[in-house]
Each structure stands twice: as structure tokens, then as C-alpha cells.
């Protein structure tokens, strides 16, 4: 079992920045993969950036060159540095890790870009 908890949302502005944060409750070097996903209301949850292995970071082409994932093993924790932040980035940001065949995500963390 992997307890997953994000933190780091707020409100914004447009072209601002946000930095979150998911804390693992086990090591991270053991995931598969970790992931960062949104949801904007009323859409689908989608992939903004992961890594698999600990290998390349994958991006949504709508946040490359913008959104930055990190890790820290030492902390059991990975971040997305958010910066230029649109109006369209407004979502609920997701932690995942996925353990073997196992999924599991965190509570979600608002992300609210609006002058």
C-alpha cells in the first residue's frame, strides 16, 4: 500500500508560478513510474508529465518547456515546477505512482490560474 499526498495549490495569476509537491509514503526508487495528471471540470484526467523507471520525463506537449518534474529519493518525494501558468492550467493536479500492476493516487491538489 502507497500513500500518496500532494500539496502546493493555490490561486495564481496568469504567468505566475506554483511548485507541487508529492510526498510517498515508501521509497520512491521502488515505482515503476510516477506521474503527475490533472482535471479540469467537466474533462478528462490527463497525463501532464511522468517518469518511468527513472528514466526520460515524458511532457504533455501543451506544458513542455513550461512544467518541470522532479524527484528526490531522499525525501520520497517528487515535485512539478509550474511556471507561466495559464488560465487553461487550472485543474486539479493528481500524484501517481504505479507499484507492479498496482495503481494508486493522491487526494488531488487545486491548481486555480485567474486574474
Known amino acids: 500500500q502507497v500513500q500518496l499526498v500532494e500539496s502546493g495549490g493555490g490561486l495564481v495569476q496568469p504567468g505566475g508560478s506554483l511548485r507541487l509537491s508529492c510526498v510517498a509514503s515508501g521509497s520512491i526508487l521502488m515505482m515503476n513510474e510516477m506521474s503527475w495528471y490533472r482535471q479540469a471540470p467537466g474533462r478528462e484526467r490527463e497525463l501532464v508529465a511522468r517518469?518511468?523507471?527513472?528514466?526520460?520525463?515524458n511532457y504533455a506537449d501543451s506544458v513542455k518547456g513550461r512544467f518541470t518534474f522532479s524527484t528526490d529519493s531522499a525525501k520520497n518525494t517528487v515535485g512539478l515546477q509550474m511556471n507561466s501558468l495559464k488560465p487553461e492550467d487550472t485543474a486539479v493536479y493528481y500524484c501517481?505512482?504505479?507499484?507492479?500492476?498496482?495503481?494508486?493516487w493522491g487526494q488531488g491538489t487545486q491548481v486555480t490560474v485567474s486574474s
Open positions: 501517481s505512482a504505479i507499484v507492479g500492476s498496482l495503481a494508486y
Open positions: 517518469i518511468i523507471g527513472g528514466g526520460a520525463t
